[in-house]
């Protein structure tokens, strides 16, 4: 069974700066996609970003500029680099990585972001 494993969350002021890790038990080679998502309080769980399988990396308008998504594929870690942040930004941040050959999509069990003064 594939696990993810967010971490670097955190309570930080406005204008602040997180930076968040998503380690893979797998070799991240073996997926197609891998993506950020956040799920607010009342709210959906939303996409932030993504690389997708012909690798471009998206961004939700709301974080284009001050968020960036980045891999080591050595150390089989995902990340998202998070600055200028505002207190909308808080929410639980899920990484996700999806497997086309196997059907499926692996999550991690979230880490909490909060943006208050």
């Known amino acids: 069974q594939v696990q993810l494993v967010e971490s670097g969350g955190g309570l930080v002021q406005p204008g602040g700066s997180l930076r968040l890790s998503c380690a893979v038990s797998?070799?991240?080679?073996?997926?197609?996609?891998m993506g950020w998502y956040r799920q607010a309080p009342g709210k959906q769980r939303a996409l932030v970003a993504d690389?997708?399988?012909?690798?471009?990396?998206n961004y939700a308008d709301s974080v284009k500029g001050r968020f960036t998504f980045f891999r080591d594929n050595t150390k089989n870690t995902v990340y998202l680099e998070m600055n200028s942040l505002k207190p909308e930004d808080t929410a639980v941040y899920y990484c996700?990585?999806?497997?086309?050959?196997?059907?499926?999509?692996?999550w991690g069990q979230g880490t909490q972001v909060t943006v208050s003064a």
């Open positions: 690389i997708t399988s012909d690798g471009r990396t």
């Open positions: 797998e070799s991240i080679f073996s997926f197609n996609a």
């Open positions: 996700n990585v999806v497997s086309e050959v196997l059907k499926r999509t692996y």
